[in-house]
């Protein structure tokens, strides 16, 4: 990351988002893992960063830290969703069904929660 013209933490999250979507699953972790040590106090890039380590593969690592997230304010969906992704990359069905009840309940009559819920439940 040295070799870049910027080490801006809005600059490598955009950047750590395009290598994510781009397939780079590794180079996109380590640019978000910079972005947020740039910039700890950023949900967003927090964000950005457990949703590549998901796709890594480094289940253990968002199940530790998404519950931060909501901690941090994050009210969207997405620490339920990386919790509910990494219990379903551990293989942990029962964990996975526990955690997106606890999102249909946080949120009510959501379809979305429920349809997660519906998934859920087929795995």
């Known amino acids: 990351l040295e070799h870049l013209p910027t080490q801006d933490p809005r ?4 950047l750590g988002a395009a290598l994510l979507r781009g ?8 640019t978000l893992d910079a972005a ?3 910039e700890p106090e950023s949900v967003a890039v927090e964000r950005q960063l457990l949703m590549a ?12 830290a998404a ?3 909501r901690e941090k ?3 969207t969906a ?3 969703l990386l919790l509910v992704g990494a219990h379903l990359g551990r293989r942990d069905a029962l964990a996975a069904r526990k955690a997106a009840q606890a999102l249909v309940a946080r949120v009510g009559k959501d379809a ?3 349809n997660l819920l519906a998934f859920v439940e087929e795995a």
């Open 67 to 69: 519950p931060i997230l």
């Open 23 to 30: 397939g780079n699953v590794d180079a996109s972790v380590r």
């Open 78 to 80: 997405a620490p339920d």
């Open 53 to 64: 380590k998901l796709a890594a593969g480094k289940f253990d690592d968002v199940l530790a």
């Open 73 to 75: 304010g994050d009210a």
């Open 11 to 14: 600059m490598l999250a955009l």
């Open 36 to 38: 947020a040590d740039a």
């Open 112 to 114: 979305f929660a429920y």
